[in-house]
C-alpha cells in the first residue's frame, strides 16, 4: 500500500497588534482615496499592486492605476517616512515625465501589468490616440512632506492629508461633478479631458441673455459692473469654483472662507427637484472674470470694457439688456452666494439622479454676476465677495465665528481678531501645541480655535486700548510698535514680528506647563483619558495668567517658569467649568506667582 505523503502545515507568523493597525491604516488609506476616485469616474485597475517590473534599466513597481476616460493616474502610498519613500521613487518618475508616451507604451506591451493592455483594449482604443491620452502621477502620503523635499521631484502632485479629507467630502457631496475641481487640481485643462479633447484646437462659448446693471443703479464702486442672466444648471456646474475653507488651493486659507457642501442638504434639494421638478427662483450671487466673457449689447454691438471697468464709448446709465458670452472653460465663475442650489445639479449616482439628468440640461438658474474692473487688485476682490458674502449669510443664517474670523484675518488683517487668529496657526505648527489645535473641519479630539480667539487672544494682544497695562504690546519692545495703530497702514513686516513675539511669550509659560505636568494630562480630554487638560478653558486659563503677569511686571523666562510651576500637576483645573477663565487665570497666579 503505498504510503499518502503528509503535507506540512505552514504556520503564519502571528502579527503582533501594531503590525495588525500598521495593516489596518495602509489598508483603509488605500480604500479612502480608492473612493475618492471612483466617486469622480475613475476605475482602478486590477493585479497592478506588488508587480515589479523594470522600466528604462530602473527596477521598481506601482500601487495603482486609476483610468478616467483619457486620464490615467499612477498612484502611490504611503504612512510612512515619505522623505525615503519619495527619494526612493524619484528616478522612476523622472523616467516617466521624461516621455510619458513612451512609458504609455511601454506599459501596453509589459507583460506584468497586462490589465492595462486589457482596459486600453477595451475603453480606449479607437476612442482615443495615445497622443490624446493624459498621465500624472498622485502621491499620497498620511504624513506631512516639506517643501523641501516635494521640491527634489517634478511633476507630482502630491495629495496630502488634508487635501484627501477635501476631495473626500466634496466627491461624497457631489461625486462625478467634482471632476471639474479635480482636473484643476491636476492641472489638467479640462478642454483636455475625455471627449473635450477632441475639439480643443477651438475654444468654444455659449451666449446668455441678461441686462447689465451699472454702477449709478446699484451704487457699488465706480467700475463694479452688475450683470443677470440665465445660464442652465449643467453649463454653470462645469464652470463654477467656490473658495471654501481648508481645500488645496491655499493652506493658509486667504481668501478661502466658504463652508463645505453638506451632503444632506445637497440631498434633501435633490428631491425636491425631483418631485416637484421646479427651478431655484432665488438667484446665485457670483464673480466673473471678465477676460473670460465678451457682453453685447440689443443691437448686437460688442460692449469694450476698459481697465477702469468703464465702457469705451457710450457708457450709459441705465439698466440695459445685453448678451454675455462666456467661455466654455471650468472654474471662471465664482460662486459667493447658492452653491448648496448650483450644486443640487450634480452628475450623482442616487435614486433622483435619472430626474435631474433631465432637468441640469433644461432648467435655468438666474444668476447676478460681479464684474470688477481689471486694473482692481485681487486682494480689493477677496475683500469685496468676503464682505458680500458675509452680508447675504449674516441676514439669513448665523455665521459660524471661525467662519468670520477666516473672513477678519482677511479683510482686517491688523485687527485683533486677525492678529489671534494667526498666533493660533503658529502656536499649531511647532512647539507644545503642535499639531494639536483644530485647523481643518474633519479633525476631532483638537482644541478648538474660535473662543481662543475670541475670549484669550483678543484681550491679550490687543494694540488699541492704550490703557490696556496687560497686553503683550504694552511689553514689546519694538520702537516703531506704535504704527501698527495707525489706521489703513501697511506695515506688514512689522505685524510678523509682534506675531512672533507673542507666539514665544506664550509658548514660555506653555512649554513651562507642560514639563511639569504629567503626559497624560497633556492631552485632550476625553472618555479614553479623563486626566486630559487640554481644552478651550485651559488654554483661555493660562492666557488670563500671561495678562496678570504682565500687568503686575512678573513676565519671565521659561527656566523661572518652569520653576514656579513645579507640582502644578497636583492643581485642580478641574473644578472650573465652561467659560471660568479668568477666575483659573486667577487662581494659578495667586498660587504659583504671587508669592516671592
Known amino acids: 500500500m503505498v504510503k499518502r505523503k503528509t503535507r506540512k502545515k505552514t504556520t503564519r507568523n502571528k502579527l503582533s497588534p501594531q503590525e495588525k493597525a500598521l495593516r489596518k491604516e495602509k489598508r483603509d488609506q488605500r480604500n479612502e482615496i480608492s473612493t475618492i476616485l471612483k466617486n469622480i469616474g475613475f476605475q482602478r485597475l486590477p493585479y497592478i499592486d506588488g508587480k515589479h517590473f523594470e ?17 490615467i493616474l499612477l498612484v502611490e502610498y504611503t504612512i ?33 501589468l497586462k490589465s492595462f493592455k486589457k482596459y486600453y483594449d477595451e ?37 496630502d492629508y488634508h487635501i484627501v479629507q477635501y476631495f473626500k467630502s466634496l466627491t461624497k457631496a457631489i461625486k462625478k461633478s467634482s471632476k471639474y475641481e479635480f482636473m484643476e487640481f491636476l492641472e489638467i485643462p479640462f478642454e483636455d479631458f475625455g471627449s473635450n479633447i477632441k475639439n480643443s484646437s477651438s475654444r468654444n ?35 463654477s469654483y467656490v473658495l471654501r475653507q481648508n481645500g488645496w488651493r491655499d493652506i493658509e486659507n486667504v481668501g478661502h472662507y ?26 446665485i450671487i457670483a464673480t466673473i472674470s471678465t477676460d473670460k466673457i465678451k457682453l453685447y449689447d440689443k443691437d448686437n454691438n460688442h460692449l469694450i470694457i476698459g481697465n477702469n471697468g468703464q465702457f469705451i464709448g457710450d457708457n450709459s446709465t441705465e439698466i440695459s439688456p445685453t448678451r454675455i458670452e ?128 475670541s475670549f484669550g487672544l483678543r484681550p491679550l494682544v490687543k ?14 519692545n519694538n520702537p516703531d510698535k506704535y504704527k501698527l495703530k495707525q489706521k489703513d497702514n501697511n506695515e506688514s513686516e512689522l505685524l510678523n514680528e509682534y506675531i512672533k513675539f507673542c507666539v514665544e511669550k506664550i509658548r514660555d509659560l506653555l512649554i513651562a506647563l507642560k514639563i511639569n505636568l504629567d503626559d497624560d494630562q497633556w492631552e485632550t480630554y476625553s472618555h479614553g483619558n479623563p486626566r ?49 477663565y479668568r477666575k483659573l487665570g486667577e487662581a494659578i497666579f495667586n498660587q504659583y506667582f504671587q508669592l516671592e
Open 80 to 112: 510612512g517616512n515619505p522623505k525615503y519613500h519619495l527619494f526612493t521613487k524619484k528616478i522612476f518618475y523622472d523616467k516617466v515625465n521624461s516621455n510619458k508616451r513612451a512609458f504609455i507604451a511601454f506599459l501596453l506591451k509589459e507583460e506584468k
Open 463 to 476: 494694540i488699541e486700548d492704550l490703557k490696556a497695562r496687560d497686553s503683550l504690546f504694552v511689553i514689546w
Open 258 to 283: 466658504q463652508r463645505m457642501l453638506e451632503k444632506s442638504k445637497i440631498s434633501s434639494m435633490r428631491r425636491y427637484l425631483s418631485e416637484r421638478n421646479r427651478v431655484f427662483i432665488n438667484n
Open 326 to 453: 462666456i467661455n466654455d472653460s471650468c472654474n471662471i465663475i465664482g460662486l459667493i452666494d447658492g452653491q448648496h442650489r448650483t450644486y443640487a445639479y450634480h452628475e450623482g449616482d442616487d435614486q433622483f439622479e435619472d430626474k435631474i439628468s433631465e432637468l441640469r440640461t433644461v432648467q435655468n438658474l438666474l444668476v447676478t454676476g460681479i464684474l470688477f474692473p481689471k486694473n482692481e487688485t485681487k486682494v480689493n476682490r477677496l475683500k469685496f465677495e468676503a464682505k458680500l458674502f458675509l452680508e447675504i449669510n449674516t441676514n439669513q443664517k448665523n455665521v459660524p465665528s471661525q467662519i468670520t474670523q477666516e473672513i477678519e484675518l482677511m479683510t482686517s488683517p491688523f485687527s485683533t481678531i486677525a492678529i489671534g487668529k494667526r498666533i493660533m496657526l503658529g502656536l499649531n505648527k511647532s512647539g507644545p501645541l503642535g499639531n494639536m489645535i483644530e485647523q481643518y473641519w474633519y479633525e476631532k479630539g483638537k482644541v478648538k480655535t474660535a473662543s481662543i480667539v
Open 55 to 71: 522600466y528604462d534599466n530602473r527596477k521598481t513597481e506601482m500601487d495603482d492605476i486609476f483610468i478616467n476616460e483619457n486620464i
Open 123 to 159: 475603453n480606449i482604443e479607437g476612442i482615443y490616440s495615445q497622443n490624446e491620452l493624459r498621465l500624472q502621477i498622485l502621491y499620497c502620503s498620511k504624513k506631512t512632506i516639506s517643501e523641501e523635499h516635494k521640491n527634489t521631484v517634478s511633476n507630482v502632485y502630491f495629495f
Open 205 to 239: 462659448s455659449q451666449t446668455f441673455k441678461g441686462n447689465i446693471l451699472p454702477e449709478e443703479k446699484s451704487k457699488f464702486d465706480e467700475g463694479y459692473k452688475i450683470v443677470s442672466f440665465y445660464i442652465d444648471a449643467e453649463s454653470l456646474l462645469r464652470r
Open 532 to 580: 486630559g487638560l487640554l481644552s478651550v478653558i485651559f488654554v483661555n486659563g493660562v492666557l488670563n495668567v500671561l495678562r496678570l503677569l504682565i500687568k503686575h511686571n512678573k513676565v519671565s523666562t521659561l527656566e523661572n517658569y518652569k520653576i514656579k510651576l513645579e507640582n502644578i500637576n497636583k492643581f485642580d483645573f478641574k473644578q472650573f467649568k465652561s467659560s471660568q
